[in-house]
């Protein structure tokens, strides 16, 4: 039973160790893991100790990484992450998981979608409870420790990714808009008749999404659009179409009711953006997991077909 102690209490350091590598620091650590900072540094301590090796330099600013505590930090990466996956697999076939999912996503689809279908996902998986992040910035998941996101790009080659879907995009404004500006026959219109553009911009990039339209093989960007705002949260841009800031090209679940009140006119209907896709994503380390698995079953028959 000691030798089991101390096996165990030697994985504990392992972890706390990677997480601070991973957090960049004692403080994002400990919250990630939900311990007390002090617990942190002690395991750390005691890992270095038996090792005999400095893995962390500290100061009060920052904490960098050591030549030998990166080199080792790559190797028990990828140990970590096997003896995940394995304990996964032995759980795989429990017919209820359970547990704490921690899952990212937008403010739209949070509000729109996924909040309204979350009591049937807990009608089916009762004993696990969703911690919902919501946030259009792109969440670091492994330094954040979250299980799993619901993303429109899928092109980190450092994730697992999953295509669940795709969403529609109109493009739309308020009726005082048009009744300002005039009704784009063409998306020339928009630049030739300088009519202003309510834009999204990325919270984690802080780049601009252009607009793009498509008509048969036909595509335009227009350029030298006149951005009137900017927003980088999805519900604020639809705000901003409904209160006359500009004309923006969203997503048809999130202008559908507007649309149906008259509240917003769509234009432009020759012109159809490509839809945008829909992706599940989440580190290697939870490709095992039943209660990833089980989600993102789920919100694939959630969003195919919207």
Known sequence: MA????????LQA??????????????????????PNATVSKWVRSLEDHLDVKLLERTTRRVTVTTDGAAYYERMRHLLAELDDFEATLARGRQSPRGVLRVDTGGSVASALLIPALEGFHARYPEIQVQLSVTDRTADLVAENIDCAIRSTGDDPDLVTHRIGEFGVVTCASPAYLARHGVPRHPHDIVRKKMPVAGYFSAS??????????????RLVPEDVQYRVLVSESNAHLATALNGLGLVNTLDFMAREAIEAGRLVPVLTRWRPDPQPVYAVYPPSRRYSTKVRVFVDWARTLFTGR
Not at 3 to 10: Q, S, Y
Not at 14 to 35: C, D, H, N, Q
Not at 205 to 218: A, D, I, K, V
């Open 205 to 218: 990039t802080g780049l601009t999404q252009p607009l793009r339209f498509r008509r048969g093989e036909e």
């Open 3 to 10: 030798v089991d102690n101390r096996l165990m209490d030697h």
């Open 14 to 35: 392992i972890r706390m160790f990677a997480r601070v590598v991973e957090t960049g620091g004692f403080s994002k650590a400990a919250r990630s893991l939900e311990v």
